[in-house]
Nanobody, 127 residues
Framework: QVQLVESGGGLVQAGGSLRLSCAAS????????MGWCRQAPGKEREFVAS????????FYVDSLNGRFTISRDNAKNTVFLQMNSLKPEDTAVYYC????????????????????WGQGTQVTVSS
C-alpha cells in the first residue's frame, strides 16, 4: 500500500506562488494516476487536478483558469502542484491522492475515484 506525504504548504500573499510536493513510499507512484484535492473550512473536499500514470494527460477543475500545474517525476516517486496567482479562495488543506484503477491515460476527476490519501498540507492565502 502506497503512503503519501505532502509538503510545501504555507502562508502566502494573494498573487504569490507555492509549489506543493507529494512524496510516495511503499509503492511506485508510476503505478497510479495521481491527483490533488483540497478542502476549505466548512466545505466538502473537492477535486483540483490530476495526472495520468504515464504523465501525458492532465485535468484541472475549470475554476483554476490555468493558474495551477500538476506534474510528476516517477524517478523521484514524487508528484507536484505548482500554484501561481494564488487567491484567498484557494485557502484550504491540500491533499495528494493516488488512484489505481483505469487505463494508463486515466485522469480521475472525482474524490471517490482515489484509493490512497496523504494527510494534507495547509495553504493559506492572505488578501
Amino acid at each position: 500500500q502506497v503512503q503519501l506525504v505532502e509538503s510545501g504548504g504555507g502562508l502566502v500573499q494573494a498573487g504569490g506562488s507555492l509549489r506543493l510536493s507529494c512524496a510516495a513510499s511503499g509503492g511506485a507512484v508510476s503505478s497510479y494516476a495521481m491527483g490533488w484535492c483540497r478542502q476549505a473550512p466548512g466545505k466538502e473536499r473537492e477535486f483540483v487536478a490530476s495526472i495520468s500514470r504515464i504523465g501525458l494527460d492532465t485535468f484541472y477543475v475549470d475554476s483554476l483558469n490555468g493558474r495551477f500545474t500538476i506534474s510528476r517525476d516517477n524517478a523521484k516517486n514524487t508528484v507536484f502542484l505548482q500554484m501561481n496567482s494564488l487567491k484567498p479562495e484557494d485557502t484550504a488543506v491540500y491533499y495528494c491522492a493516488a488512484g489505481n484503477s483505469g487505463t494508463a491515460w486515466y485522469t480521475p476527476t472525482a474524490t471517490y475515484e482515489y484509493d490512497y490519501w496523504g494527510q494534507g498540507t495547509q495553504v493559506t492565502v492572505s488578501s
